[in-house]
């Protein structure tokens, strides 16, 4: 549609109206997905502030996995240190326990003749990435075109949801979900595998720098336990 208005002399000149709509419309576009870029910047580099000043943390987890027709619901409690040290202690509904001290990963339930060690460098673990929630790496560096994320529902409102892929596992993981709480806390992270599985992670009642010993994340073999080496499974 040709629009016609008038210059200071009288003369009539032609306005293209739907050529100036269009590029008004990408134009805001563009704006929007700078602020939004921005936006995403600013959230993880809070997170990433927030984590580096921690030198250890303790906090309640909830995970939940589904795929292959089924679901199942683990908790406990997690303990990690720096650098790169994770206790993962399963209470419900049996006893797990999945611990790395930075070089070495094991995997051991109570009861059983055998406990798996893996080094942390081969670990194709899922429970193993989440060592950056002390620093170990950037958020935006972690996770490959990492953005907002307004299409899924955060688990607390007022919290900010984040969506990339992880480098390290892009092979395995096609997206990973980082809800971020409004002190800049991560509250929950959820791994979307290339299969369709999904793997969610929900923390509570975290306690920031507390006191806890670098024995808590050395595997002592118990009496008669064979170690074995192998992936350690979901």
């Known amino acids: 549609m040709v629009k016609a208005e008038t ?17 008004l419309a990408v134009l805001l576009v563009i704006v929007a997905g700078a602020t939004a870029e921005a936006d995403v910047h600013t959230i993880a580099q809070k997170v990433d502030e ?47 326990l999945f611990l790395s001290d930075g070089k070495e990963a094991w995997f051991y339930v109570p009861g059983d003749r055998q406990a798996r060690r893996a080094p942390v460098r081969n670990l194709d673990d899922l429970r193993s990435p989440l060592g950056f929630l002390l620093g ?35 092979h395995r993981v096609s997206q990973v979900l980082v809800e971020v709480t409004p002190d800049s806390s991560i509250a929950r992270i959820l791994i979307e595998e290339a299969d369709g599985a999904t793997t969610e992670y ?29 992936d350690f499974g979901q």
């Open 7 to 23: 210059s200071p002399d009288g003369a009539s000149i032609p306005m293209r109206t739907g050529c100036t709509a269009h590029k």
């Open 50 to 96: 927030h984590y580096n000043r921690l030198r250890s943390l303790k906090a309640r987890f909830t995970e939940t996995y589904r795929g292959a027709g089924m679901e199942r619901t683990e908790s406990g409690t997690l303990w990690l240190k720096k650098p790169g040290k994770m206790r993962w202690e399963y209470r419900s509904p049996r006893e797990k």
């Open 136 to 170: 170990k790496t950037r958020l935006e560096k972690e996770l490959q075109g990492l953005s907002l994320a307004p299409d899924v529902a955060p688990w607390n409102a007022g919290d900010t949801v984040l969506r990339g892929v992880p480098r390290a596992m892009a």
């Open 202 to 230: 929900r923390f509570s009642d975290l306690e920031e720098n507390v006191p806890v010993a670098d024995q808590s994340f050395h595997f002592a073999t118990p009496p008669g336990v064979e170690v074995i080496a192998g």
